[in-house]
C-alpha cells in the first residue's frame, strides 16, 4: 500500500506516495526544479547533479530525481547556493565539450542551451578542454557527434530500458569517457541496432540527431516514452 | 565439527611445536617478499640440513612482522630474536651463533625493547608474523575459529550483535561508521538472500595493511567474516581484492579451501544449520571501487560506478539484497571482540574513538612499516618515538592521512591524539591507516597537484562535479607549479573546493579537494611564494624567474633570410598557455 | 555630459558582430550624439587610445597580434566588453584547437609552413596553439555573447552603459549561436 | 580471428584447437556463464591472451549471453585490461604516495626518456610497455619499480635505466 506523504517544496505544501520521489512530486504541482540526465519514464541515475536541493536535516545535498518523498520533509530548491553550484555544472559541461552553438543542428532546440539561459551563463570561467573527439555518421539515417555529447547518458537506458537491444553503453572513464555501440566499431555496422531512433529522440543535445535534417526541421521530442511505458505497464494508450 | 574437534587440532599442532627446539620466521610478506625472503628461507634449510638440525628446527614463511624497512626480518624463536637486513652471508653465521651455539649476533639483532614493538598493542596484527599463513592448523593452534564455534554455539544472532556494539568498534574503511549499528540493520531487514562482503580494495596509495593483515592471516578475515555473516543471517560473502595484489590472492584462495575441507566455512558449520561460503572478487584497477556501491557494482560485473545512496547497502546492496560491506581490519578485530568479549575492547582507546588502528608508516620516515597503536595514541609519539624520526637528518614538515581523501598535519598539530575526530578536526580524516610522513624535500602545492592528478585519473566519469571539476582543479594547480598561475586562480581554486566537495555523488569527488583545502589551511604562504614569487622553497617545482621576460617560443628556429633592412622588434613571442596534460616534474 | 570614448575591436571573428553594429541603423546617429567612437576597424585609426570609456572587443585570440591588441585595449579601456560567440567562448575560430597547430601549417603551406605563423621574423603574426576567448587573455567586465548578438540586444547594453551601469542579461535577452 | 575461425578452430581435430581457449572455457563454465562473472571471465583472457582483440570480446559476450558494448564498456574501464598488445615486457614504475615523495617522478620521466614513449605506452619495437601502477603495497622498500612480475626495491634512475637498457638491446 503506497503510503501519501505531504512535504513542503520552496514553502509549497505538496503531497506525494511514497514510492514518488522529489522532483516527481515537485513536477506535479509544476515547481520547476532543474534537470538534464533525468527523464521521466526511464531509471533516475543522479548524474549530472543539476537537481540536488537542500533537505532540512540533511546537510548532505540530495538529488531530486532518486531521493524518495518522507514526511514533513522541508526540501529548498532555491538557494543561493544551488543556484551557484548549478551554473557552475553548466560551465563545467560546455567547458568539457565543443559545444559551438552557431554551427550546431540542435541550436534553439537544446536543453544545454536552455539550462545555460536559465542558469545566467553569459561566459565560462574554467579552462576549455578543447578535446578531439570524432563524429561517426555510418548510420544511414542518424549521425553521432561526439563533441556535443554530456553523457547523460539517457540513450544507453532508453536502448537498454524501452526498446531492449542495449547497443549503446558507456566506455573510457574519467574525462575520457565516451558512448559507444557494440564494440565501439561504426554505428551503421551495428548487429543489434534496430534502427528504432528513440536514442535520437532523447538526446538533451546535438550528439545524436536525424541525418540530412538542417537546423529549421530539427525537432527533439520523447513524449513517445510515457506513451510507450503507459502501453506496457498499465495496458493504456494515451496519446 | 565440533568444538572438542577443533580443540583437538589445536592441541596436536601445539604439541608438535614442541617437539621443536628452536624456530626460524623467515618474513616472506610485501617488501620483505620482494627483497629475497623466500630465498632465505631456502638457505636456512639448507644450512639446517647440512648440520642435520633440520629435525628439530621448524623453518616458515610467516606474514608481516612490521619493521618493512628493515628487511629482510627473520625471528629466532624460543627467544624471539628479530634480526634485520639479513643478508644471504649472515644466515650460516645465525645457524651455527644462535641456533647451534645459542648466542645472540648482537650486531644484527634488533633491540628488544625498541619503542617500535614495546609501545604497540596488537589485536588484529596478534598472530601476523608469528604463524604460518598458510597452515590454518597454526591458526586454529593460536586460537583461530574459537570465536567462530562459540558464536554459533552459545550466542544467539543478536548477542552477537550486541557484543558488537558493546566493543564500540567503529569501521575502519576510513569512515568510522559504528559496526555495531550497520550489522543491525541488516539483521531487521526480511530478505531470502543477504551478503556479507569484505572491502580489501585499499586503493590508498601509501596504505598496505590489508595487503599484509591477507598475507600473514588470511584465516582471521575469513573467521570475523563467518561470524558476521551468522549474525546478520548471509549465506554468502565475498572478498573484494585488489587485482595488484597476487600473493594476498593466492593465500586467500588457499585459505578458503583449507577452511572448506574443515568444515569451518561450507554447509552446517559446528553441526548447526548456519552454512556460509566465501568467494574472491578480483578488482581490476579502479580506486573508486572503494566505495561501497562501486564495489557492489563491480561484484555484479559491471562498471565500478557508485549510485547514490539511500538506498544505502544494508538495506538494498548486491543484486538488490541486504549487504554488510566492512573492512579488511574491521573483519580482523571481530574474533577477538567475541572471545575476550566487547567490554574489555572498549576499554582501550578514547571515549568515541575504540579500540586500537593499524596504521601504514611510510613516506620520510625511519621505520618504515606496520604499526597497531591504541586510539588517541600523540601522532608525535607514533611519529618520532615509534617511527623512529625522520632520516638522513631531515625536518618533518607534515604527516599525511587518509590518502587522497585526507589531508595533512602540520607541524604545530603534532601532539593531536590520532582518532576520528581529532583529525577531521584538523580537516583530515582517519582513511585507511596511510600515513605518509613529508619532510622538507617535498612541495604541499606539488603534493596537492599529485593528488589531484591521482583523482581525475580515477574519477569513473559519471557525475559532472568529479569528472570535469577534478580536471579543472588539477589544471589550475598544475599552472601553479609552472608559475603560470594567477592570483584570479587561486580564488577560482577555492570556489571549485566546496562545489566538487558539496555537489559530487560519491566519496572520491566529495573528498578529492580535501588535500588542497588542507594544504592551502596549513601551507598557504607557499601557494602565494608559488604564485606571486615563482619560488618553491622545496625546490621542486621549476618555474621562470620572474623579473625575465617569458621565454621564447621554443620552436623558433634559425633567423630566415628576411631583409635586413627590416628591423623586427624583439617582442616576445606568446607565452602561450599550455592546456592541460600532466607534467611529468623530478623530485 | 561629455561623450564617453568607445572603441570597437576586431581580433580572430568574422565581423559579423561589427555587421550587427552597423544593423544599429538610426540608432547610430542617436548614439553619435552621445558617444565617440575613438577607434574601429571602420575607422582609419592606427594606435589606439588612452582613457578610453568602453571597448567592444569581437573575436578570439587566434595570434600574437590579437594578443598584443587585446593587452593594449585593456591597459587603456576602463569597461571592456567581449562581444560576440567568439569573443565570449571562442566560438568557430576554436573549433581548430582540437588539431595540432604545427601539422596543421605544415598540411596547408607545406614547408614554407615551418615559418609561417611560427616565427616572430616571418611577415605573418605567430599562430597560438590554442585559440582563446578573450576572458582567459585579460579580464573582462561583460559579456554579450551572440553569434552575432542581436542589434537591439548590443543597443541595450550600450544605453545601460551610457547610463554608468555594467549590464546583466536575463534569461530571455541570453542567446548563443 | 573471426568469429566463425573461432567456432572452427575449436572444432578442429584437438591438435590444431588453440589450448587457451579451452581455458578460457573452463574460467567461463567454473562461472556457470553467469554475466556477472565478466570481470574474472576477462581477468582470465588477459592472462591468457595477453590483451582483449576485438574477437576475443566478441566471444566472451556471445558465451556470457550480454550485449557487447555492455562487455565493451567494462574492459574499457579498468585499468588491468588492455585491449592493445603489451610489449615482450612491462616495466611498472609505481606512483603511490610513499613512493611519489621519495622521487617515483623521476624514475617514470627516465624511463619515458629511454624508451621514448609516454606511460600507458608500448615502445616502436614492441619490446617494453611502460605503466605505471596506484601503489603495489610495498610500501616500506619505496620506490619501487615492478619489471614484468618482478618487484624491485629502491630503485634509482640508474638503476631503471640499465635494467631497461638490457630489455632494449635484448634480441626479440
Redesign the interface.
Known amino acids: 500500500m503506497d503510503e501519501i506523504k505531504t512535504l513542503t517544496i520552496d514553502g509549497e505544501i505538496v503531497s506525494a506516495p511514497s514510492s514518488a520521489t522529489i522532483l516527481d512530486a515537485a513536477m506535479e504541482n509544476d515547481l520547476h526544479i532543474p534537470t538534464l540526465c533525468n527523464l521521466q519514464g526511464l531509471d533516475a541515475v543522479g548524474a549530472c547533479r543539476l537537481c540536488l536541493v537542500e533537505i532540512q536535516g540533511q546537510n548532505k545535498l540530495q538529488p531530486a530525481c532518486t531521493t524518495r518523498v518522507e514526511e514533513n520533509m522541508v526540501v529548498q530548491s532555491k538557494s543561493a547556493r544551488l543556484q551557484k553550484y548549478r551554473r557552475m555544472i553548466v560551465e563545467m559541461l560546455f567547458a568539457e565539450g565543443n559545444h559551438i552553438c552557431s554551427v550546431c543542428v540542435a541550436n534553439g532546440h537544446c536543453e544545454l542551451q536552455n539550462l545555460g539561459y536559465e542558469v545566467g551563463m553569459d561566459s565560462v570561467r574554467f579552462d576549455y578542454v578543447y578535446p578531439t573527439k570524432k563524429v561517426d555518421a555510418t548510420h544511414e539515417r542518424f549521425v553521432l557527434d561526439h563533441n556535443r555529447c554530456v553523457l547523460c547518458t539517457r540513450c544507453v537506458r532508453v536502448c537498454d530500458e524501452i526498446e531492449g537491444a542495449h547497443t549503446w553503453d558507456v566506455a573510457g572513464r574519467g574525462i575520457g569517457t565516451f558512448v559507444v555501440t557494440d564494440l565501439a566499431g561504426d554505428w551503421g555496422g551495428s548487429g543489434s541496432c534496430t534502427s528504432c531512433g528513440k536514442c535520437v529522440l532523447v538526446c538533451p543535445t546535438g550528439a545524436l540527431f536525424d541525418k540530412g535534417k538542417a537546423v529549421g526541421e530539427m525537432s527533439k521530442n520523447s513524449d513517445f516514452l510515457e506513451y510507450i511505458v503507459n502501453a506496457r505497464e498499465k495496458k493504456q494508450w494515451i496519446k | 565439527m565440533t568444538i572438542d574437534e577443533l580443540y583437538e587440532i589445536g592441541q596436536n599442532f601445539r604439541k608438535q611445536l614442541e617437539g621443536f627446539s628452536a624456530e626460524i620466521h623467515v618474513c616472506c610478506s ?2 620483505c ?3 629475497g625472503g623466500l630465498a632465505l628461507k631456502e638457505l636456512f634449510e639448507k644450512a639446517c640440513a647440512a648440520r642435520n638440525i633440520s629435525a628439530d628446527v621448524r623453518i616458515i614463511s610467516t606474514g608481516c612482522i612490521g619493521l ?2 628493515a ?1 629482510p626480518l627473520v625471528r629466532l624463536f624460543p627467544s624471539e630474536t628479530l634480526y634485520v637486513k639479513v643478508q644471504r652471508e649472515d644466515v650460516e653465521r645465525i645457524v651455527d651463533e644462535h641456533i647451534v651455539g645459542k648466542r645472540v649476533l648482537t650486531e644484527l639483532a634488533y633491540p628488544a625493547d625498541a619503542p617500535f614493538f614495546a609501545k604497540q598493542q596488537q589485536i588484529a596484527l596478534k598472530n601476523m608474523g608469528r604463524i604460518d599463513p598458510e597452515s590454518i592448523d597454526d591458526y586454529i593452534a593460536h586460537g583461530g575459529y574459537e570465536a567462530l564455534a562459540k558464536a554459533i554455539t552459545y550466542y544467539t544472532q543478536d548477542g552477537v550483535i550486541l557484543e558488537v556494539r558493546s566493543s564500540g568498534l567503529r569501521g575502519r574503511g576510513g569512515a568510522g561508521y559504528p559496526t555495531g549499528l550497520k550489522w543491525s540493520i541488516v539483521r531487521k531487514v526480511k530478505s531470502t538472500q543477504k551478503y556479507v562482503v569484505c572491502n580489501a580494495d ?7 595493511m590489508d ?2 593483515m591477507i598475507e600473514g592471516n588470511p584465516h582471521a578475515i575469513l573467521e570475523g567474516m563467518a561470524i558476521a555473516g551468522y549474525a546478520v543471517g548471509a549465506t554468502q560473502g565475498y572478498v573484494y581484492v ?5 600473493l594476498a590472492i593466492e593465500r586467500l584462495k588457499k585459505a578458503i579451501k583449507q577452511a572448506e575441507r574443515t568444515q569451518m566455512l561450507g554447509n552446517r558449520i559446528f553441526d548447526s544449520d548456519f552454512n556460509f561460503r566465501v568467494d574472491l ?7 573508486v571501487c572503494g566505495e561501497e556501491t562501486a564495489l557492489m557494482a ?7 560506478q557508485p ?2 545512496r ?1 538506498p544505502y547497502p544494508s538495506q538494498s546492496g548486491l ?1 538488490g539484497m541486504p549487504t554488510l560491506l566492512n573492512n579488511v581490519e574491521t573483519f580482523a578485530n571481530i574474533p577477538p571482540i567475541i572471545l575476550n568479549g566487547g567490554k574489555w575492547f572498549a576499554g582501550i582507546g578514547t571515549e568515541k574513538s575504540k579500540g586500537t588502528k593499524v596504521f ?1 608508516l ?3 620516515i625511519a621505520n ?2 606496520l604499526i597497531e597503536v591504541p586510539m588517541g595514541m600523540p601522532l608525535r609519539e607514533i611519529i618520532f618515538d615509534i617511527g623512529g624520526g625522520i632520516p638522513d637528518g631531515g625536518e618533518f614538515k607534515a604527516a ?1 592521512t587518509g ?1 587522497p581523501s585526507g589531508g595533512y598535519i602540520p607541524m604545530q598539530h603534532l601532539d593531536i591524539p590520532v582518532d576520528y575526530e581529532s583529525l577531521a578536526q584538523v580537516g583530515s580524516i582517519m582513511g585507511s591507516g ?1 600515513l ?1 610522513v ?1 619532510d622538507k ?2 612541495c604541499m602545492v606539488d ?1 596537492a597537484r ?2 589531484m592528478e ?1 583523482c ?10 568529479c ?6 582543479l588539477f ?1 589550475i594547480l598544475d599552472r601553479m607549479t609552472t608559475g603560470a598561475a594567477t592570483v ?1 586562480d587561486l580564488h ?1 581554486l577555492e ?2 573546493c566546496d ?1 566538487v566537495k ?4 560519491c566519496g572520491l569527488g566529495q573528498t578529492a579537494p580535501n588535500p588542497v583545502v588542507s594544504t592551502l589551511h596549513f601551507f598557504r604562504r607557499e601557494y602565494d611564494e608559488h604564485i606571486l614569487k615563482h619560488e618553491c622553497n622545496a625546490g621542486v617545482c621549476e618555474m621562470p624567474a620572474l623579473d625575465e621576460p617569458a621565454p621564447v ?1 621554443a ?3 634559425a ?2 633570410a ?1 631583409s635586413a633592412a627590416e628591423t ?1 622588434p ?2 616576445e ?2 607565452a ?5 596534460g600532466s607534467k ?4 | 555630459m561629455d561623450k564617453i570614448r568607445l572603441a570597437t575591436a576586431w581580433l580572430g571573428g568574422c565581423s559579423g558582430c561589427h555587421m550587427s553594429f552597423l544593423d544599429l541603423d538610426e540608432r547610430l546617429i542617436d548614439l553619435h550624439g552621445r558617444a565617440e567612437v575613438v577607434f574601429s576597424p571602420v575607422m582609419d585609426v592606427k594606435r589606439y587610445p588612452e582613457n578610453v570609456d568602453v571597448a567592444l572587443v569581437e573575436g578570439a585570440v587566434a595570434n600574437s597580434d590579437n594578443r598584443e591588441l587585446l593587452e593594449t585595449i585593456r591597459a587603456n579601456t576602463r569597461i571592456l566588453i567581449a562581444f560576440g560567440d567568439c569573443a565570449v567562448n571562442g566560438n568557430v575560430t576554436a573549433m581548430r584547437n582540437g588539431i595540432d597547430r604545427d601539422e596543421m601549417l605544415k598540411q596547408i603551406y607545406g614547408d614554407i609552413g615551418k615559418e609561417l605563423g611560427r616565427s616572430i621574423y616571418s611577415p605573418l603574426p605567430v599562430l597560438e596553439e590554442t585559440v582563446l576567448p578573450i576572458n582567459k587573455v585579460v579580464t573582462v567586465d561583460a559579456f554579450l555573447p551572440g553569434c552575432p548578438p542581436h542589434a537591439d540586444l548590443i543597443w541595450h547594453v550600450i544605453t545601460e552603459l551610457l547610463e554608468g551601469r555594467i549590464p546583466i542579461l536575463t534569461e530571455e535577452q541570453l542567446k548563443y549561436g | 580471428m573471426s568469429n566463425t575461425e573461432i567456432e572452427t578452430a575449436k572444432k578442429a581435430e584437438p591438435k590444431a584447437v588453440d589450448n587457451r581457449f579451452k581455458y578460457l572455457d573452463r574460467a567461463l563454465a567454473k562461472h556457470q556463464f553467469r554475466g556477472d562473472a565478466l570481470i574474472e571471465v576477462l581477468h582470465t583472457a588477459q592472462e591468457l591472451f595477453g590483451f582483449l582483440s576485438q574477437d576475443l570480446l566478441t566471444y566472451i559476450s556471445k558465451s556470457l549471453k550480454l550485449p557487447p558494448s555492455k562487455v565493451y564498456g567494462v574492459a574499457t574501464f579498468y585499468h588491468f585490461f588492455s585491449l592493445k598488445p603489451k610489449g615482450e615486457h612491462t616495466v611498472t614504475v609505481c606512483m603511490g604516495t610513499a613512493c611519489y615523495v621519495k622521487g617515483a617522478g623521476e624514475l617514470l620521466a627516465a624511463a619515458e626518456h629511454q624508451c621514448k614513449c609516454k606511460a600507458g605506452e608500448t615502445t616502436a619495437d614492441g619490446k617494453v610497455s611502460i605503466q605505471s601502477a596506484r601503489c603495489v603495497g610495498s610500501c616500506g622498500i619505496a620506490p619501487v619499480v615492478v619489471y614484468d612480475n618482478e618487484v624491485a626495491p629502491v630503485v634509482t634512475p640508474e638503476g631503471i635505466t640499465s635494467r631497461l637498457q638490457t630489455w632494449l638491446e635484448a634480441a626479440s
Not at chain 2, 563491480?298 to 565500478?304: F, K, L, N, P, Q
Open positions: 610485501g617488501g617478499f620482494s627483497t618493512c624497512g628487511g585499499e586503493g590508498d596509495p601509501g596504505a598496505f595487503r599484509a585488489r587485482g595488484e595484489y597476487p572478487r578480483i578488482g581490476a584497477g579502479a580506486f563491480s561484484i555484479e560485473g559491471r562498471r565500478g549510485r547514490p539511500p543484486w601504514a611510510a613516506g620520510r618504515t612499516g599525511q590518502g596511510g605518509i613529508v624535500t617535498s603534493l599529485f593528488f591521482f581525475m585519473d580515477e574519477s569513473c566519469g559519471k557525475c559532472i562535479p569528472r570535469v571539476g577534478t580536471v579543472q589544471k584570479q577560482t570556489e571549485l562545489m558539496d555537489t559530487s555523488l617560443a620552436a623558433v628556429p633567423v630566415p628576411v623586427v624583439a617582442a613571442a606568446p602561450g598557455k599550455k592546456n592541460g611529468k616534474k623530478s623530485t
